[in-house]
């Protein structure tokens, strides 16, 4: 196993998803922002919530179409260079991605066309309905594609089959309701809401700034606060629960994140603050709050959580367990379905450890053949680089509550004081949109780099995970996806700045329409106030 | 769970076999105009004007259609894991391309008209025939080098092995026979277009698609009909040498394989296959003939007739097998040795046959949304690419 395709089809998934991530969000949340708008729109009739639907809408469709074509790639990078990854456990991982397509994707993209097209050809309740499609079918989308990315971390309802070599699905229901998969989606679409919203209200913010449609801009930001605020508390609750489970089902994970070395006595400390130095095993300069750490990880005052010395003891006697397993399978495998009942059920009993003898295979062909000292590496191998998981985690999560506040305070500005917002509330919101993207990345950081050395938590390791390409492959569409997605980031970004420079276009024809069916209305004096300022 | 053993394994991969085929005929049906479009844009719209008629007769629904590539590229994944795993990193390069394509699509869909530049406009323009052309060939490619064999081999551990160098596996596909297929594909999904535009749009710009779509619905029959005769005399097939285990366990080096004299010996097993090539053949007539003769909604249906035909020969002709190895030919990939479990294949099958139909429903009512044809004054009003 070559390693440097190992890191280089590392670099190019990293690449890849990370970019494919800086329009999900958005796209996410926006779908729903805009649908909200013209629901607003269909009940009151009035023409400015349209202009606000059409307008949010354009970013919408300028952002929507990357994140598609984005989205291709990494459907098919499994196939193309995790090869093994998608023999090895395709067949539970590849169902959700199959789903994903039939429910979600087909909805979103059958109807984002009518979208923007269908404005003269639908009415307006047809309308509002495909909006709505649209952004069920986004958010069904961000479902099926966490429930496959669920599996990875907490790999349930699946066995391995000596047969085929692979594991293979033995509940769909388990597969489906698992609980990991079910907390981080609504993490995940929550922290896409308090991105657009973000996005609308500094977007609103700079128009207000600038004294430009200010009742635009007003009215967004009324919807983006309410909306962002539910979004940012639920990101944080939720966040707290993938905690939870995390403590659970990936606990190597939750000690790098929290640089928990040894195991503490019930209720565990909290690290705010500090230096976690990998080689010495111990976090200099931390600064410690007591209790908060047991409560976040296990809900309770008295369950103990293990720290990483400890884990990584486990790690070990499950990699020699592991052997015993590798052992066996080729033992079954040479007997071809008629190995003595002896060797089956040190398979049933071992097989559990197969994935941790496979991390030895960096190392030495044959398992069975490893030495201590390749043991003692594997075992190494199964702490994640500390020091970047537990930053990462700490800006995510400082950064979420920053919103909170953020949000909090907008709404009570729109609430109660009139919608009248000082200047430097409105500059700090201009300055803050690249936060969310900020915190959405580095939650896939933690998530996915705190989960290696493996691709599915315990059962494959990423080492084993790629395809037979050659150096020059990877390099060269590793190359060409970087120049490429620079360019297409420009032209996206260049795109974007213009319409939001541009700002709404006046919808001249509905207001005609409309003011031509309120006529009567309009010409008795005492209802003219409320349209005075073209509302 | 008991439940999914009411279908048997071997009817659940059969049934996966026809699905399989049914996305990817989808695909060609309704992205294949999309694509052929593309790649006719230079040259049926010479004004700005004519070419923003041709982007919006297939502006609201392009994105639509695309689905069926990832639905097909999620349920080869999902149904057929050793296939995704050994195709898609086995034709890696080409694959790269496909995909640069189809981002480049998209995009260039959405950014073309949102600035009043020519070289704006122009650039997206080429990009969009190359986001249209480069599929439409490299997919024909693909299955022309399946029917050839793909040099690879599994081991033990069913870990794919390629053979050949980086550069050489790129231009390893392009066998003489494979750029026929490509041709053929190419051609093939032109000529669609062509039938799209006589359809959709009208004046210049539909008389030009019809000019040139007859000529290229005539290179398709040619290069179909030497694609067969090529595959009578002139290029190996495969077969199980052992009666197969439909219900036996996914592992592909279970069953021996070898080499045939032609595909075409199947045929004398199942003379029925034969619909496939007759169908075709029909279809891509008609299409000519309807093109000519300026008929329009016939024409889309000859021409979609013709590509059902086209993509169905391949298959018949070559099941049970979906990707032979020519190296190590007990390393084949067919429909009995490469599916996924039994119960994944029947949850699939259960979802399948709950959203499809609705796929259907909705996919039929946008178009009918839509109908009618798209003309200058459509694409003036605001609402268009």
């Not at chain 1, 950081?445 to 395809?467: H, I, K, M, N």
């Amino acid at each position: 196993m070559d390693l440097d395709i190992v890191e280089l089809s590392r670099l190019q998934f990293a690449l890849t998803a990370m970019y494919h991530f800086l329009f999900v969000p958005l796209t996410l949340g926006l779908s729903v922002i805009v649908a909200i708008m013209e629901t607003v729109y269909v009940m009151t009739r009035r023409v400015i919530w349209r202009q606000m639907t059409k307008f949010w809408g354009t970013l919408f469709g300028i952002n929507f179409a990357i994140g598609v074509a984005t989205g291709i790639t990494m459907e098919f990078q499994f196939g193309m260079n995790w090869s093994y990854y998608s023999h090895y456990v395709g067949d539970i991982f590849g169902a959700p991605l199959a789903i994903e397509g039939l429910m979600a994707f087909f909805l979103e993209a059958t109807f984002v066309g009518l979208f923007f097209f269908g404005w003269d050809k639908l009415s307006r309740i047809g309308h509002l309905v495909v909006t709505w499609l649209v952004a069920i079918g986004s958010n069904f989308s961000a479902l099926w594609i966490l429930i496959a990315n669920g599996w990875m971390q907490n790999p349930v309802g699946a066995a391995f089959n000596p047969e085929t070599m692979r594991m293979e699905m033995t509940s769909w229901f388990e597969v489906m309701f698992n609980p990991v998969a079910q907390a981080k989606f609504v993490h995940t679409v929550s922290a896409g809401y308090v991105t657009a919203s973000v996005f609308v209200l500094g977007v609103s913010a700079w128009y207000l700034l600038k004294g430009r449609h200010v009742d635009l801009a007003r009215r967004s930001i009324a919807v983006a606060c309410s909306f962002g605020l539910a979004a940012a508390l639920s990101v944080v609750v939720l966040g707290d629960e993938s905690g939870y489970l995390t403590t659970h089902d990936q606990k190597m994970k939750m000690a790098a994140m929290e640089a928990m070395w040894e195991t503490e006595e019930a209720p565990a400390s909290f690290t705010l603050l500090g230096v976690p130095d990998r080689e010495a095993r111990e976090t200099k300069y931390a600064i410690h709050i007591p209790y908060v750490m047991g409560l976040i990880g296990t809900r309770s005052l008295d369950t103990p959580i293990e720290g990483i010395k400890e884990l990584l003891q486990e790690s070990e006697q499950r990699i020699r367990s592991g052997i015993v397993a590798y052992d066996a399978l080729m033992t079954i495998r040479e007997d071809r379905g008629e190995s003595s009942p002896e060797v089956r059920d040190t398979f049933e009993e071992h097989g559990g450890n197969l994935g941790y003898a496979y991390l030895l295979k960096r190392y030495v062909d044959d398992p069975r053949e490893a030495t201590e000292a390749q043991i003692a590496q594997a075992t190494d191998d199964t702490l994640p680089e500390v020091f970047p998981l537990f930053w990462a985690f700490r800006i995510m999560v400082g950064l979420g509550f920053g919103f909170i506040i953020m949000m909090a305070y907008f709404f009570w500005r729109t609430s109660f004081r009139g919608r009248d917002y000082p200047r430097w509330a409105l500059r700090l919101a201009v300055i803050i949109i690249p936060a969310p993207w900020i915190a959405a990345e580095l939650g896939w950081f933690v998530a996915e780099y705190g989960r290696q050395p493996w691709t599915v938590d315990g059962v494959l390791p990423t080492a084993l995970s790629v395809s037979h390409l050659s150096i020059g492959d990877v390099l060269f569409t590793l190359a060409g996806f970087m120049l490429f997605y620079t360019v297409l980031f420009i032209v996206e970004m260049g795109l974007m700045l213009k319409y939001i420079r541009q700002g709404p276009v006046e919808d001249v024809k509905e207001t005609d329409v409309w003011m031509e069916q309120h006529k009567r209305r309009l010409s008795r004096p005492d209802d003219n106030s409320h349209l005075a300022s073209a509302e | 769970m008991i439940l999914h053993e009411l279908i048997g394994y071997d009817v659940l991969r059969v049934i996966w076999w026809l699905l399989l085929g049914i996305l990817l005929i989808a695909f060609a049906m309704t992205d294949g105009f999309d694509m052929g479009v593309g790649a006719l844009l230079p040259f049926v719209g010479k004004t700005d004007i004519e070419r923003r008629v041709v982007i919006n007769t297939i502006g609201p629904v392009w994105e639509g259609n695309q689905v069926w590539f990832i639905l097909g590229g999620g349920a080869i994944f999902a149904a057929w894991p050793p296939l995704y795993a050994a195709s898609f990193s086995g034709f890696y390069l080409a694959m790269f391309l496909v995909l640069a394509a189809l981002i480049l699509r998209p995009v260039a869909f959405k950014y073309r008209s949102k600035r009043d530049s020519v070289v704006w406009r122009t650039s997206w323009d080429w990009a969009l025939f190359v986001g249209g052309a480069l599929p439409a060939l490299l997919f024909g490619v693909a299955v022309g080098n399946v029917l050839l064999g793909v040099p690879f081999e599994l081991t033990p551990d069913l870990f794919t092995l390629y053979h050949g160098t980086m550069l050489g596996k790129l231009v390893g596909l392009l066998r003489p026979f494979a750029l026929l297929a490509g041709v053929v594909s190419l051609m093939m999904l032109i000529t669609h277009g062509a039938a799209w535009l006589s359809f959709k749009a009208e004046g210049a710009v539909a008389s030009r698609a019809r000019a040139i779509g007859s000529v290229t619905g005539l290179v398709t029959i040619v290069g179909f009909v030497l694609a067969g005769l090529w595959l009578m005399f002139g290029i190996e097939g495969y077969q199980l040498v052992n009666a197969p285990e439909p219900n036996g366990p996914s592992n592909p080096l279970l069953t021996e394989v070898a080499r045939t004299a032609s595909w075409l010996d199947s045929y004398s097993e199942r003379p029925w296959a034969v619909a496939g090539p007759v169908l075709g053949l029909i279809g891509m007539i008609m299409t000519v003939i309807g093109l000519r003769a300026g008929r329009e909604g016939s024409t889309l249906l000859w021409s979609k007739l013709g590509i059902l035909g086209a993509i169905s020969s391949v298959g018949m002709l070559m099941f049970p097998f979906f990707m032979p190895s020519s190296i190590s030919p007990d390393s084949s990939l067919t429909v009995w040795d490469s599916s996924s479990s039994h119960l994944t294949l029947f949850v699939m099958l259960f979802a399948t046959a709950i959203f499809l139909p609705l796929i259907l429903v909705y996919t039929a009512w946008v178009y009918k949304v839509l109908w009618g044809k798209v003309t200058e004054t459509d694409v003036t009003d605001g609402h268009s690419y």
